[in-house]
């Protein structure tokens, strides 16, 4: 396949919002990416990746999750079919567990020994094609596809060499578990209040990727993990977020789909006032500036 095609095209992904109730408000855990990552190399981002052939097999995943066909489309449907929900769905649990080392899922009988050694299974170096299906299948793991929640719907801007059609889910961490970088994609990982993560970012000590930081920003509004479940329980995808990117002699600015000029054919951005327009967290914005590694809100 020609390279221009495949980055024309997003690549169906998923990402996880992993959230707790800790020392009295709400936290999000971040993972580092890995410098050498071809997609937003060093920047904070929630677990997640890309839906691979595995996570599409439809007739073997139904049978290895806690919701049946109505379950799935009520839950999680709107806009996607049944055998779509669950590829999103299960890709999203398995990279949570390659990533941050949190299982979403349950099994019979189940055992700390059996928690500790799948996650020692993706610790082990280069996973081979097939491991999490076999791991699910043969100890007889059931996914929590019901511990998921409807987010957002991102699709990577045109002109990035690398695009992606991505599920935003929300997920609360499982009693018991802990999370731990896998120290190759991801180098570091922090739970941190979406105050705290913004406030990081403009710092320069957590930076943080364009969807990452809208994310946070949405999430200002929830005082505890109390509140956001009770406001996911009905939360339906929404509109697709399909941000336009504006390239710059030194960066770009990304330009989000509730801008006052998203839908001009040209935008004119004045470099000398970017500077002057950051933002501080939890002021309301449409534009994100890369600038010197670090994506900055700045004012329209």
């Not at 904070?44 to 691979?52: Q, S």
């Not at 052939?53 to 995943?61: I, R, V």
């Not at 802990?178 to 710092?203: F, I, M, Y």
């Not at 000590?205 to 505890?224: G, W």
Request: with cysteine.
């Amino acid at each position: 396949m020609n390279k221009d095609i495949k980055q024309k095209f997003p690549v169906p992904a998923a990402t996880v919002i992993l959230t707790r109730q800790h020392t009295g408000e709400l936290q999000v855990y971040l993972l580092k990416r890995s410098v050498k990552s071809g997609f937003m190399a060093g920047k904070y981002v929630f677990p997640g990746g890309t839906v691979d052939g595995e996570d599409a097999k439809f007739d073997l995943w139904k049978a290895h999750v806690d919701l049946d066909s109505n379950g799935l489309l009520r839950h999680l449907g709107g806009d996607l079919t049944e055998a779509e929900i669950l590829a999103y769905a299960v890709a999203a649990i398995r990279e949570t567990l390659e990533e941050a080392g949190v299982f979403l899922a349950h099994r019979h009988e189940e055992t700390k020994q059996h928690l500790e050694r799948i996650c020692r299974l993706r610790m082990s170096g280069d996973l081979p094609k097939g491991w999490f299906i076999r791991s699910v299948a043969s100890e007889d793991w059931t996914l929590a596809v019901s511990a998921l929640s409807r987010w957002s719907h991102w699709i990577t801007p045109e002109l990035m060499k690398r695009r992606y059609d991505t599920r935003f889910f929300t997920a609360c961490l499982p009693p018991g578990q802990q999370c731990q970088p896998d120290t190759r994609e991801t180098t570091d990982g922090l739970w941190v209040s979406p105050e705290k993560g913004l406030a990081g970012n403009l710092a320069g000590q957590i930076p943080l990727s364009p969807p990452t930081l809208i994310t946070l920003h949405e999430l200002l509004k929830y005082p505890s993990l109390q509140d956001l479940e009770r406001d996911t329980e009905n939360r339906q995808w929404g509109e697709t977020y399909l941000p336009r990117l504006i390239p710059l002699d030194k960066g770009a600015v990304i330009i989000e789909p509730w801008d006052p000029q998203y839908n001009q054919e040209e935008i004119e951005i004045n470099i000398d006032e970017l500077k002057k327009s950051v933002l501080p967290a939890g002021k309301s914005f449409s534009r994100i500036w890369y600038h010197e590694g670090l994506w900055r809100p700045v004012g329209y």
